[in-house]
């Protein structure tokens, strides 16, 4: 698309209130950008199911509350590749027309939370202002520069990317926050003196409370803990039981982590099912670890799939299950074996159809299970592929604690398990807490990503390491965005939903559809099925996107 002038009227979705009947394609002014702004075209945005979200709650979502949207209507879209039009005057040295972007969403400025297609307009929309909050945002400028190397879709697709990598990049403590607040909770111990020397860790405030009789029986646990909220209304970083508590005790002790909070275990054996709170193990950035002895914060490993492992995805059959998946057999050393449980139907074929062909090539066994057909088997059945030992890693791609709660006895000796999917905060599953003492086993969750995950799958793309649009399986043009998110509400789609804006008359199709009409789309597909910058060039033409 060569041409860099802004017509005078644009199109782009307005959302009026929660449901689809409440989005409006209007047409609208095309802005000017002020002094420090910057005038983009936008040139593809992917459909997440993070906008199913929006569209549900509306002005109910956590990012909206507080806002009419009936005077004040959202633009969504944040899956989004960009060209700079024109250059307000206080920028100019520093962007110039013709100058590629994509964009971290995730935009926090002055630590507010002003994310791009929530309460920044967004990617819905054939042109875009972009101002302050993310060119100067608190994490710096929140555009990231692309060359010609990547097609629109393949720039697009890094956000949804990024937060596949962001799971594999996570980072846990591996001590207590520094100048934090820490509850020192002494059930029994054989090693006062290591006690001592991680007291001298915490720069914080302490709380220490000693073996006191009610951390011992279930029914007074809730009340204990209530004294200890009363004084520390706040909560707590670190959380450090030294002994075997019981579960109603962890359980209640639990609620008092912050965000980012540690709970940390020193104990050897079983401490029985334990509801723990999965929702804010991924939303939250709770982190359960633990030792028999020692430093419970220490973990032997990272949070990278185990080389020469085991792994299991479970749910991958969806656009994100499909990226995890070929993240997987694309790093160096990948695991040994992948497991996939999925129900069976298109997906299941899908999944056999993109990657049994790449895993025999990287030298992985790789194992599809019908998960509709086995049944409660499932488990048995994995079990099984694993010899009896477990999985090295598992990650869980439907949210379902339940799920979460059967697959965590499949984690091998120290195994690790993303709870990529998250459910709401307070969602509990039944879980045995020492085994993250006993066995060295982690669960963690993540929740969108940072500038610098977003970076790095760009420069993966750009050595040639990764295909980000490889898993487009719809495309359409500005005015297919409601039947594309009616389409991923309902799980029509294998893959990735593409919208390129400036496409003239291009309704919601599949890459299929598309080269069954067009035999120079299907002659520039890989395997003549999967989407490529060369068929998304000739999409382009044809639909008239490059005048």
């Known amino acids: 698309m060569a041409n860099l002038e802004a017509p005078a009227r644009q199109k782009r979705w307005e959302l009026y209130g929660a449901g689809l009947d409440n989005l409006e394609l209007a047409e609208r002014d095309t802005p000017k950008p002020g002094p420090g702004e910057l005038l983009v075209r936008i040139d593809a945005c992917g459909i997440c199911f993070s906008d199913i979200k929006i569209l549900n709650l509306g002005p109910n979502h956590p990012r909206l509350q507080g806002r009419d949207l009936r005077t004040d ?61 993310i060119l100067n945002g608190d994490e710096g400028c929140y555009l990231i520069p692309i060359t010609d190397r990547f097609s629109h879709s393949q720039a697009a697709l890094c956000e949804p990317w990024a937060c596949v990598e962001a799971a594999y990049l996570y980072q846990p403590r591996r001590g207590p926050k520094p100048g934090g607040q820490a509850l020192l909770m002494i059930l029994e111990t054989d090693e006062p003196r290591e006690i001592l020397d991680e007291l001298k860790q915490i720069s914080g405030g302490i709380v220490v409370t000693p073996m006191d009789d009610w951390t011992h029986y279930p029914d007074r646990a809730a009340a204990g803990v209530a004294a200890i909220r009363a004084e520390n209304p706040d909560g707590f970083d670190d959380i450090l039981v030294y002994g075997r508590p019981i579960p109603e005790l962890t359980q209640e002790l639990t609620k008092l982590l912050r965000p980012g909070g540690v709970f940390a275990i020193q104990d050897a054996n079983s401490l029985g099912a334990t509801p723990v709170d999965v929702g804010s193990i991924h939303y939250r950035d709770h982190w359960y670890t633990g030792a028999p002895q020692g430093d419970a914060y220490d973990w032997k490993r990272s949070t990278e799939l185990q080389p020469g492992g085991i792994a299991w995805f479970i749910g991958a059959g969806g656009p994100l299950g499909q990226m995890h998946l070929q993240r997987a057999l694309s790093i160096p050393h990948p695991p040994a074996k992948i497991i996939v449980t999925q129900n069976g139907g298109p997906r299941m074929e899908d999944l056999r159809r993109r990657f049994s062909g790449l895993a025999q090539e990287r030298g992985v066994e790789f194992v599809l299970l019908d998960a509709k057909e086995l049944g409660e088997g499932v488990y048995d059945a994995v079990r099984e592929q694993t010899g009896g030992f477990g999985c090295d890693d598992i990650c869980v791609v439907i949210p379902s604690a339940q799920v979460v709660e059967r697959a965590y006895d499949l984690l091998a000796p120290g195994g690790g398990m993303d709870i990529f999917a998250g459910v709401a905060v307070g969602t509990t599953a039944n879980l045995d807490l020492g085994r993250i003492a006993a066995h060295g086993v982690r669960l963690w969750g993540t929740s969108g990503s940072s500038v610098a995950d977003l970076r790095t799958i760009v420069d993966k793309v750009e050595r040639g390491e990764l295909e980000t649009g490889r898993v487009v399986a719809a495309v359409g043009g500005i005015e297919a965005v409601k039947s594309g998110l009616e389409a991923v509400r309902d799980g029509v789609f294998l893959g990735k939903t593409v919208i390129y804006p400036h496409c003239k008359d291009l309704p919601l199709l599949t890459v299929s559809e598309l080269a069954e009409r067009h035999p120079s789309i299907q002659e520039r597909l890989a395997d003549g099925y999967y989407w490529t910058p060369e068929a998304e060039a000739e999409l382009l033409r044809l639909y008239g996107a490059t005048a």
């Open 73 to 133: 209507p959202v633009v969504m879209g944040h899956e989004t590749s960009m060209t700079v039009v024109s250059v307000g005057e206080d920028l100019r040295g520093r962007f110039e027309p013709g100058q590629r972007f994509l964009i971290q969403a995730d935009v926090y400025y002055q630590g507010q939370g002003m994310a791009f297609g929530y309460r920044l307009p967004g990617g819905y929309s054939q042109y875009q202002v972009i101002g302050h909050e």
